[in-house]
């Protein structure tokens, strides 16, 4: 059975499949998890084009998969309908001016703050460490506030697109981890996966 979840600014329920935990929700300005951006850029800073990605990066997919599995996962509503459905393994929130907009087996929020408080409230029921983000480009804009993490993947070279992610943002976050894959057979372009620290 499948399930959707909206929640006000006064309270906030976890879909039934994943917890009937049930909690106050307050809007702040700070966390008590890391908030992470994962996010993927080109050298120009394009991230998406026709709501898609501009690239062929499978290894780059499978970072994304062991970086958010099991965490919750925040992205905005043109973002969750260009993936087609729920990522599996992790509570999907999706970030929407529509308050009526709803779909099976989401929780649906109106709020930055809003969404982070939900995901909070359920890493905490699984033990888990940070809360994600993973797009698109207005959902960044909006988390950066609250962000002390990025995980970014590097895309070396300049593609055309129509979603763009503003790297300065991130010209004074440390640099704490690095590696740097190659093109070839499987990958459209050479990237590099950077973690970053604010």
Known sequence: MTTASRISSSSVTIPS????RRWRCKVRETTSLPVSLVVAVADNGVIGRGNALPWDLPDDLQHFKRTTMGRPIIMGR?????IGRPLPGRLNIILTRDSA???ASVTAVTSMSQAIEVAE????IDGTDSVM???????YRQALPFA???????VH????????FDLAELESWREIARSDIAAGTQNSH???????EK
Request: hydrophobic share 45%; aromatic share 14%; no cysteine.
């Open 190 to 196: 050479d990237f590099s996966i950077i973690e970053l």
């Open 78 to 82: 043109k973002t969750f309908e260009s």
């Open 17 to 20: 499949r994943i917890s009937r």
């Open 121 to 124: 409230g359920q890493a905490f």
């Open 157 to 164: 070279g300049r593609v055309q697109g129509d979603a763009f």
């Open 101 to 103: 907009w709803t779909a």
């Open 148 to 154: 002390s993490r990025a995980f970014l993947t590097r």
């Open 133 to 139: 983000v993973i797009g698109g480009a207005e959902v």
